[in-house]
């Protein structure tokens, strides 16, 4: 198979008619500063973030996710990733307390949505609508407020589908990418490395906050999410 890009946890290779996304065993944190690999990761989150891609395509939302092959593939359409994270925060958690003086867990409503430039080199930093722009990485407001609009959406899906399996959803990270016809479709992935988790009950932490944070179990949460995701 032709790789087409290797980044930090997933390889994407070059498919017969689309393209396939390998989910590796690797995890890294502060923008690659710090790495590990755990056995059985990478199948977690193509299964997690699977069944998210499902719910979302279920609810009307365009995606870049064709199928889910087991243990750690995803089948997706091609499309030109725009260089851009999109960050909803339900709950104040994570980098924003380093920033401004909120205090960790307090509720944000409506949900915030930041933007980062997605650049290790630059830390990914935070930027605002008219820096988007002059950097290249979209042609104006309107399809800010499009990545804005359909981020929100995702929020409203998964919350409501993990807070009644004893999940909150925190914040997440969002990527998107342009098709050859020039649709807008979420893509990358949605799983415990990209999003933060809380037990609805014992507020402990279930995502790579475990792996940022040193605080062990990490593959075990991501299980426990598998679990409740699927049901079973
Ligand atoms: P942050 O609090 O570090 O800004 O992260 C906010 C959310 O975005 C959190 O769920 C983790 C996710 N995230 C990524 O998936 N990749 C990244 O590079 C960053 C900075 C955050
Ligand atoms: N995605 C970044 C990294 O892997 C930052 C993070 O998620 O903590 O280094």
């Given at each position: 198979m032709e790789l087409l890009n290797k980044g930090k946890a997933k390889s994407v290779y070059k498919g017969e008619a689309d393209l396939i996304i390998e989910f590796r065993d690797d995890l890294t944190a502060g923008d690659g500063a710090k790495h590990a690999t755990m056995e059985g990761k990478g199948a977690l989150n193509a299964e997690i973030s699977a069944r998210f891609f499902e719910l979302l395509d279920e609810a009307g939302m365009e995606t870049h996710f064709l199928g889910y092959e087991k243990p750690n593939r995803h089948l997706a359409k091609e499309v030109k990733i725009i260089p851009l994270e999109v960050i909803c925060r339900n709950i104040a958690a994570g980098s924003i307390l380093r920033r401004y003086p909120f205090e960790e867990g307090q509720e944000f409503t409506p949900p915030l949505v930041e933007f980062g430039f997605k650049s290790d080199e630059y830390h990914d930093p935070m930027l605002n609508d008219e820096v988007a722009i002059a950097l290249g990485a979209?042609?104006?407001?309107?399809?800010?407020?499009?990545?804005?609009?359909?981020?929100?959406?995702?929020?409203?899906?998964?919350?409501?589908?993990?807070?009644?399996?004893?999940?909150i959803l925190v914040d997440f990270k969002l990527e998107f990418g342009w098709d050859r016809d020039g649709n807008l479709l979420l893509a990358d992935e949605v799983s415990?490395?990209?999003?933060?988790?809380?037990?609805a009950e014992t507020k402990e932490v279930m995502d790579k906050d475990r792996f940022r944070r040193d605080m062990g179990d990490v593959l075990e949460y991501y299980r426990e999410i598998r679990r409740r995701v699927y049901g079973d």
């Open positions: 979209v042609k104006d407001r309107g399809e800010l407020n499009r990545m804005r609009e359909m981020t929100l959406r995702v929020n409203d899906i998964l919350r409501g589908f993990l807070a009644e399996r004893g999940v415990p490395d990209t999003c933060r988790f809380w037990d």
